[in-house]
């Protein structure tokens, strides 16, 4: 043990190197992103699963209006995007943490100098990636003519909304690897939570549309502020206020939700 945990470079008040903990984390996350890269399951439902929702939604509603005039592609395909967002990070994260744990790596990972907080920004940075990936894809694909997505001027603007976002729902998928002992259960977990928060976010359709007590559950669902800060920015559907008030919401789930998730993390 004692071998292991002196392998980082040590300075000469006998603490590590400035570097060795960047090294850390760029090895972890080089290693998690080879693992995503390589899983097909994971590749599907990061990036085809959604497109497929979504396609199937712009054939359905094609050349439909929303009430207020906005083209239902326009409406839609931020809401979708979010939601394959949501399950890439909570998917991404918890499948990796439970069999990490099951194989002993991460008990193998606390003998050396790495700690919790590298262990989960390495996931986290990969999670980001893909998310920003899904959204260039996404973006890509329904801003083609078959189905006329208004891409907004503002789309730089999403991207603190993409990071905020991503870090809410990855912390959530460390809660749920905290409490699932088996990939299986993580999936069963994330779906149940998942499903329900889409509908009543307003994923699939306009909140407006339906009863009053879902705008009160709404209000304390992190998908509706990823999906309509993402429509803010992408479609331009929302003022800056609106922005910067959905960028600070997810920011406050994402802050909470990781220190529980950082307490939470069981090395086996």
């Given at each position: 043990m004692?071998?292991?945990?002196?392998?980082?470079?040590?300075?000469?008040?006998?603490?590590?190197?400035?570097?060795?903990?960047?090294?850390?984390?760029?090895?972890?996350?080089?290693?998690?992103?080879?693992?995503?890269?390589?899983?097909?399951?994971?590749?599907f439902?990061?990036?085809?699963?959604?497109?497929?929702?979504?396609?199937?939604?712009?054939?359905?509603?094609?050349?439909?209006?929303?009430?207020?005039?906005?083209?239902?592609?326009?409406?839609?395909?931020?809401?979708?995007?979010?939601?394959?967002?949501?399950?890439?990070?909570?998917?991404?994260?918890?499948?990796?943490?439970?069999?990490?744990?099951?194989?002993?790596?991460?008990?193998?990972?606390?003998?050396?100098?790495?700690?919790?907080?590298?262990?989960?920004l390495?996931?986290?940075?990969?999670?980001?990636?893909?998310?920003?990936?899904?959204?260039?894809?996404?973006?890509?694909?329904?801003?083609?003519?078959?189905?006329?997505?208004?891409?907004?001027?503002?789309?730089?603007?999403?991207?603190?909304?993409?990071?905020?976002?991503?870090?809410?729902?990855?912390?959530?998928?460390?809660?749920?690897?905290?409490?699932?002992?088996?990939?299986?259960?993580?999936?069963?977990?994330?779906?149940?939570a998942?499903v329900?928060?889409?509908?009543?976010?307003?994923?699939?359709?306009?909140?407006?549309?339906?009863?009053?007590?879902?705008?009160?559950?709404?209000?304390?669902?992190?998908?509706r502020?990823?999906?309509?800060?993402?429509?803010?920015?992408?479609?331009?559907?929302?003022?800056?206020?609106?922005?910067?008030?959905?960028?600070?919401?997810?920011?406050?789930?994402?802050?909470?939700?990781?220190?529980?998730?950082?307490?939470?993390?069981?090395?086996?």
């Amino acid at each position: 043990m004692s071998e292991l945990t002196t392998t980082a470079p040590l300075t000469a008040r006998g603490g590590p190197r400035p570097g060795a903990r960047r090294r850390r984390i760029a090895a972890l996350s080089a290693a998690a992103a080879k693992d995503a890269v390589r899983n097909r399951f994971a590749l599907f439902f990061n990036f085809a699963f959604p497109l497929v929702v979504l396609l199937a939604f712009e054939f359905i509603y094609s050349g439909q209006h929303l009430p207020n005039g906005q083209p239902y592609s326009d409406y839609v395909a931020p809401g979708i995007l979010a939601y394959g967002m949501a399950n890439g990070a909570i998917f991404g994260v918890g499948y990796t943490l439970v069999q990490w744990r099951a194989s002993r790596l991460l008990l193998l990972l606390k003998l050396t100098p790495t700690s919790r907080l590298e262990v989960l920004l390495s996931r986290y940075l990969v999670a980001l990636a893909v998310s920003l990936a899904q959204t260039v894809v996404s973006v890509a694909v329904v801003s083609l003519p078959p189905f006329g997505f208004h891409l907004s001027v503002r789309w730089w603007a999403a991207v603190p909304v993409v990071a905020a976002g991503t870090a809410a729902f990855f912390a959530l998928g460390c809660l749920v690897s905290s409490v699932a002992k088996t990939p299986d259960v993580v999936g069963g977990i994330a779906n149940a939570a998942l499903v329900p928060m889409a509908f009543f976010s307003g994923v699939f359709f306009p909140l407006p549309a339906v009863v009053g007590w879902i705008h009160g559950v709404s209000t304390v669902l992190p998908l509706r502020y990823l999906s309509e800060g993402l429509s803010a920015t992408l479609a331009g559907t929302g003022s800056w206020h609106s922005v910067l008030v959905c960028t600070a919401v997810l920011t406050g789930f994402a802050v909470v939700l990781l220190g529980l998730a950082a307490k939470a993390l069981r090395w086996r």
